[in-house]
């Protein structure tokens, strides 16, 4: 028998987190559930126990950055799936910004990491950078 697991997840959730985006593109016509995530039609948007993320990339892991880190790769992953629309994304990065800032991020930080996202970030929300799944003995 073999196992199967993915890399590159610093952290995991241990109860369910609970976001209300602002940006009413992001509202789903329809109800998306994943194993991890659930968007509603509302713009509730929730990361299940056990979701996973990585960080904000490149940047310290200051405590103010990780609940607008774990929406913004949350919002990511429903772009790579197909569950929103690529188009979208910089709506995404906005929902990032506002939550920085909701979690004591210093203004200026907080834009400054948006405008790096929103140049570089793109290839994120690709389905070719969907987690690989390795296969261990």
Not at 70 to 97: K, N, P, T, V, W
Request: include cysteine; hydrophobic fraction near 35%; aromatic fraction near 14%.
């Amino acid at each position: 028998t073999t196992m199967k697991y993915k890399k590159g997840y610093k952290y995991q959730l241990t109860e369910d987190e609970v976001f209300q985006l602002t940006c009413k593109e992001l509202f789903p016509t329809h109800h998306i559930s994943t194993r991890f995530i659930e968007l509603f039609v509302d713009g509730t948007y929730v990361s299940k126990v056990g979701y996973a993320w990585d960080g904000v990339s490149g940047f310290p892991d200051l405590e103010c950055l990780q609940t607008g880190g774990a929406l913004h790769d949350g919002l990511y992953q429903l772009m790579r799936e197909g569950h929103i629309d690529r188009s979208l994304r910089a709506f995404a990065d906005q929902e990032m910004y506002i939550q920085f800032v909701k979690s004591g991020c210093n203004k200026n930080l907080a834009y400054s990491l948006k405008e790096v996202v929103e140049s570089f970030g793109g290839r994120f929300t690709t389905a070719e950078n969907i987690k690989k799944i390795h296969i261990a003995p």
